[in-house]
């Protein structure tokens, strides 16, 4: 006597949309990198893709962590074979897809526009130190603005930081007459670079 499956009944969802869940699960997603975006192959897989661009899906499988086991083992077998590991010479397929790659290499040594800008808070309170002491840190350090207690050290990198941002110290220098107001970004980290100097001293 054959024993009978209980089966559950089938039933159909209404709130879901079958169509629509079968295209996101075979989607590879949306591409954001723009030159990778041109290259992109939609019928292919995100992990094919990504090895014909000679990029890596997953880092742990490409830069594996060294196993001592399998060292001494491939060290044993050198020194067995050491004729044959001198003519067997690996090879490295170059993907199909490389200008991708050296592409994003390019773009990723190209040099950036620093966006870095000090808070209004703190630029006031370096602006007040300036005015005051000029560049006397040692009298910075002891003034009764400085509520956090900074050493002069710390007021020092504090004010190098602020000259070397060049949109917010020109503006210092404008609002102050040391400069004239049609002076270039170049021209103004001269002159930072210039007084660091002179403070190193």
Known sequence: MKVKKQQRRKKYLHHLNRKRMNKNQSSTGTVLCKVMKDKWDYKKSTKRNLK?????????KVIKIPNFKQQQLKRAKSMTDSADCDTEDDQEIQPPKIEVLQKLEQEAKAPRKRKFMLPKGQVEFITYLLDKYGHNYKDMAKDKKNYYQETWKQLRAKIRTFMGIPK????????????????DEEELQKQAKALVMDDSD
Do not use: H, T
Request: aromatic share 8%.
């Open 52 to 60: 014909e661009m000679g990029l890596a899906n997953d880092p742990n």
């Open 168 to 183: 917010q110290y020109g503006e210092y220098l404008r609002s102050r007459g040391l400069i004239d107001k049609e002076e």
